[in-house]
C-alpha cells in the first residue's frame, strides 16, 4: 500500500486546524495551507495553545508537543502542497470553492498523490469530477472538535480505487481514529441520521413541544448524549445545518427532510448559533 507521510492540508479554520495537530501528534510532516495570512496565523498559532493545554493536562510531554509542533509547517501558497503524497481540504464548505480548490489541486500536486475532503455533505463523486484523478478522491470526515472525537467517516466516491480507500482508512486509524466505511449518498451516514434528528428537535421547539432548554435536557438525560440536539446544532453552527438538511431535502427529495421554517428564519436573523453568540441558546462571545 501507499506510503504516506507528507500531508497537506487546506484550511486553518476550525477542522484543518484540528486535522493538523492530529496528523502532527501521529508523526506525520504536516504542511498547512491556507490562503489568508491572518487565518493561517490564528489556526497555527491555536494548535500551540491546544498542544500546551495538553502538556497543563498531562495528557502528553512538553517534548511531544514541541516535536509535533515541529512537524507542522505553515504557507499561503497552494503550490508548496506539490509534493504531499496526502492532502485533505478543509475550507468552508461551499460547493463551487471546494470545486475550485481541487481544480488547483489538481494541477498543482504530485499526479500520484490522494487527494481528500473532509466536506460533510457535498457530493465526492461530484468534486472527482472536477479533477483527472477520480480514483485518487475520497472523503475524509472528521468530527468536532477534531482532537476528541473518535470518527472519521470514509466515503467512497462512484470512481474512489480500493487502494485510495485503503489509504485514507489506514492514515485515519494511523490518527487514532476509527474509520467506517460510507458510500455517496446525500449525507453520507453520519449526517443522513444526525441531521434529521436535530431537525427534529427544532420542529418540537416550533411546535411548542417543550423549551430548547428541556428539549435539550431530555435528550442529553434521557437518552445519554454529552450535548442536546439544539444545543450540538449551536456548536455546529445553524447556517451548516441548513446547508446539510437542504442537501438531504434536494438530493433525496423527499419532504421528510424539508428544513424547520424555524432554523431558516433563525439563519436569515443571522443566528448562527456558538459561532457569533447566538443560535438557540445565548453564549458569550
Ligand atoms: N479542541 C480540543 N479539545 C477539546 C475541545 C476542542 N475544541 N473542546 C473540548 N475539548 C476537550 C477538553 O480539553 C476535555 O479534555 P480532557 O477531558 O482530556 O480534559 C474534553 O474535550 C471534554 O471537554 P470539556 O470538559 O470542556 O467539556 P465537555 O465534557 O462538555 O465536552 C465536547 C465537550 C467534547 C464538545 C462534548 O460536549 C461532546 O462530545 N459534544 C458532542 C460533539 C459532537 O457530537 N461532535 C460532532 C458534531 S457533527 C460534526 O462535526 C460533523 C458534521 O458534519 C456536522
Redesign the pocket.
Known amino acids: 500500500m501507499k506510503n504516506i507521510q507528507v500531508i497537506g492540508i487546506v484550511g486553518a479554520g476550525q477542522m484543518g486546524r484540528?486535522i493538523a495537530q492530529v496528523a502532527a501528534q501521529t508523526g506525520y510532516d504536516v504542511i498547512l495551507f491556507d490562503a489568508f495570512k491572518n487565518s493561517l496565523d490564528f489556526g497555527h498559532n491555536f494548535i500551540k495553545t491546544?498542544l500546551d493545554?495538553g502538556v497543563e493536562?498531562a495528557?502528553w510531554t512538553k517534548d511531544d508537543a514541541a516535536r509535533a509542533f515541529s512537524l507542522i509547517k505553515t504557507s499561503t501558497e497552494i503550490s508548496d502542497l506539490k509534493n504531499c503524497d496526502l492532502v485533505i481540504e478543509a475550507a468552508t464548505e461551499k460547493k463551487e470553492l471546494k470545486f475550485d480548490i481541487f481544480k488547483k489541486l489538481d494541477e498543482v500536486v504530485r499526479a500520484d498523490a490522494i487527494l481528500a475532503s473532509n466536506t460533510?455533505s457535498i457530493s465526492i463523486t461530484e468534486i472527482a469530477a472536477v479533477t483527472k484523478r477520480a480514483d485518487k478522491i475520497a472523503g475524509m470526515?472528521f468530527?468536532?472538535?477534531v482532537?476528541?472525537?473518535k470518527l472519521v467517516e470514509g466515503i467512497r466516491g462512484l470512481e474512489t480505487s480500493d487502494e485510495t480507500f485503503n489509504v485514507v482508512a489506514a492514515v485515519s486509524e494511523k490518527m487514532g481514529k476509527t474509520f467506517i466505511r460510507a458510500n455517496d449518498f446525500p449525507g453520507f451516514a453520519?449526517?443522513r441520521i444526525?441531521m434529521p434528528m436535530i431537525n427534529e428537535a427544532v420542529y418540537a421547539l416550533y411546535e411548542g413541544v417543550a423549551t430548547a432548554k428541556d428539549i435539550d435536557t431530555a435528550m442529553k438525560l434521557g437518552t445519554n448524549q454529552?450535548?442536546g440536539p439544539l444545543e450540538?446544532a449551536d456548536?455546529?453552527g445553524l447556517d451548516?445545518c441548513l446547508a446539510?438538511m437542504n442537501v438531504l431535502h434536494d438530493g433525496l427529495a423527499d419532504t421528510k427532510y424539508r428544513p424547520c421554517p424555524l432554523l431558516r428564519q433563525y439563519v436569515a436573523a443571522g443566528r448562527y448559533g456558538r459561532k457569533n453568540g447566538k443560535g438557540f441558546h445565548v453564549y458569550d462571545k
Open positions: 484540528g491546544q493545554k493536562k495528557k460533510s470526515h468530527m468536532n472538535p482532537p476528541v472525537m453520519v449526517n444526525l454529552p450535548m450540538l456548536f455546529i451548516t446539510i
